[in-house]
């Protein structure tokens, strides 16, 4: 494999020439945080290790036409988003969930604690519970705020970034979080703290 | 908004979420192989068609330039179509008359000679042109 501190544009250069091994290290570092851009938005493995197959080939493909205006992080962020809208947008009602594996991590973390340890009897919600709940408020959401969701809370791209990939202004961004929040919020009535 | 921050934190948790251990492993694997199935399934029309919309960009071509195109082909367009002698019949006329071989307008092929007469004394006559040689050249013998 290449050198780690390989930068994205000279990957991409060298792919753009015809080396195919240097697009094979791109895959490998970018697979990882589309995962989660993916997974989140769809909340199904299967159809994300389709879509993720999908989305790689496609950016394969088109990479001739990539010009360097934005970061190569910006641009495959682009090609996932509107894919996973239109893989939606097809599904449509026969989504079928299948929460992937949670990471042991998670039972030290203070706000899975917070989340499930209240006095409250409706708090004592194990793991799975709270997982899946999470996914259905998610699902809830509109696919356009789900993306946006995803982007600024769970994988922490700051706004201006969110902007970019969804070529929409910050104030767009911004407006369709505070959006999602109140909607999540009713949803999740049950774990939130008073 | 009041629990704006606890929602956050529950979203947060969505991180731990991952696919099964050594997904990533044979991610590439898969996508390679997916690869070399797809270059041979693939028509060729969409293969062109890939090329070009990848390369198409780079052309630097003014904004609204593709719409002016065929804005200015369907204006092409209407103008013959609609221009007076232009419509199919009229070709076919015009045809007609140029590839007349009535006594008013007689095609002269040059000096002829009968090869053959039927017995019957009819009509149906053969004729050749000339024997005059192009060329006083001895022919070529191999």
Known sequence: ?194 | MEHEEEIQKLLRLKRYEQPPPGYFDDFLHEFQCRQRAEIIRRPLWAVVWDRFSSIAPSFHVPQMAYASIVALALVASAVILARPGSGPATVASAGAQAFSLSPSNPVTIGETLPVAFTPTGSPSVHYVLPNRPVSYAPSRSF
């Open chain 1, 1 to 194: 494999m290449e050198n780690p501190e390989t930068p994205d544009g000279e990957l991409v250069a060298r792919t753009q020439a015809g080396d195919a091994r240097a697009f094979d290290e791109l895959v490998v570092r970018f697979s990882p945080r589309l995962y989660g851009l993916v997974y989140n938005m769809t909340s199904n493995h299967e159809d994300t290790n389709d879509l993720l197959q999908e989305i790689f080939a496609k950016a394969y493909r088109s990479i001739n036409g990539f010009q360097g205006k934005s970061s190569f992080y910006t641009w495959m962020h682009s090609i996932s988003v509107n894919m996973a809208i239109n893989f939606l947008k097809k599904r449509n009602r026969r989504m079928t969930m299948s929460l992937d594996d949670v990471d042991n991590g998670i039972v030290n973390d203070p706000n899975f604690i917070e989340a499930t340890s209240s006095r409250d009897p409706r708090h004592q919600a194990n793991l799975g519970e709270l997982q899946k709940k999470l996914n259905e408020a998610m699902m809830k959401l509109s696919h356009e705020h789900r993306a946006v969701v995803t982007m600024f809370d769970i994988q922490g791209i700051p706004h201006a970034e969110i902007a970019k990939v969804l070529k929409v202004s910050e104030g767009t961004v911004r407006s369709r979080l505070f959006y999602a929040h109140r909607q999540l919020q009713n949803y999740l009535q049950e774990f939130i703290t008073n």
